[in-house]
């Protein structure tokens, strides 16, 4: 099922898939949760989360990839901040530097 409210784009790296998505409008409640489908990614690289969103919205992305090796939320001054990780050598706080 698509989701008409919400924009995804995967964007494939070496060792990290970024999931951009865009919410359409201006105002977006959280019923749009039962329907919402984000991209699959390949669970064995990061994930970085990118895009404007209420935190209920990115908690939602963020359990959905929680069995990926790590999960990182974008920030344009650093790139992604760890939130999520269950590989050795990469911890919660980390900062994955995008390309």
Known sequence: MTNDVIL???IEKDTYTLIE???KG???TPNILTTLEPPEVDATRGVILSGREPV???GRLIHHYHLTIWIAT???RL???VV???AKGV???DVKLTD
Request: charged fraction near 20%; hydrophobic fraction near 40%; aromatic fraction near 20%.
């Open 74 to 76: 974008f920030d344009p």
């Open 21 to 23: 998505f865009q919410i």
């Open 8 to 10: 995804f784009k995967k």
């Open 26 to 28: 201006d105002i977006c």
């Open 79 to 81: 790139g992604g901040g």
């Open 56 to 58: 209920w919205f990115l």
């Open 91 to 93: 911890k919660v706080g």
């Open 84 to 86: 999520a990780s269950h």
